[in-house]
Nanobody, 117 residues
Framework: QVQLVESGGGLVQPGGSLRLSCAAS????????MSWHRQAPGKERELVAT????????NYADSIKGRFTISRDNAKNTVYLQMNSLKPEDTAVYYC??????????WGKGTLVTVSS
């Protein structure tokens, strides 16, 4: 059974940090580009960060550039999102996605990040 399971979300104060994990099962992420997306209340889902299959190239949304870092460990079948200097506007459900060059894509169910004092 193909699954992506996000974890690491929670409540954090502004300026704090969180590390999200996305563990894959039922398939090998090494041939999938991985990405993190988020959806804030009342807003559309947006792309946050992407990483290529080997991890050598990453891209970030302007809103989080310099604060978030995406990485992957293909041996552990896991992708990460390190989030620093968090702001209230980073509050959202964060989703992990795996996308193959063929167009096949899998989504996780998300993990909630709340940034509030």
């Amino acid at each position: 059974q193909v699954q992506l399971v996000e974890s690491g979300g929670g409540l954090v104060q502004p300026g704090g940090s969180l590390r999200l994990s996305c563990a894959a099962s039922g398939f090998t992420i090494s041939v999938y580009a991985m990405s993190w997306h988020r959806q804030a209340p009342g807003k559309e889902r947006e792309l946050v960060a992407t990483v290529t299959t080997t991890g050598t190239s990453t891209n970030y949304a302007d809103s989080i550039k310099g604060r978030f870092t995406i990485s992957r460990d293909n041996a552990k079948n896991t992708v990460y999102l390190q989030m620093n200097s968090l702001k209230p506007e980073d509050t959202a459900v964060y989703y992990c996605r795996a996308r193959h060059a063929s167009g096949i894509a899998y989504w996780g169910k998300g993990t909630l990040v709340t940034v509030s004092s």
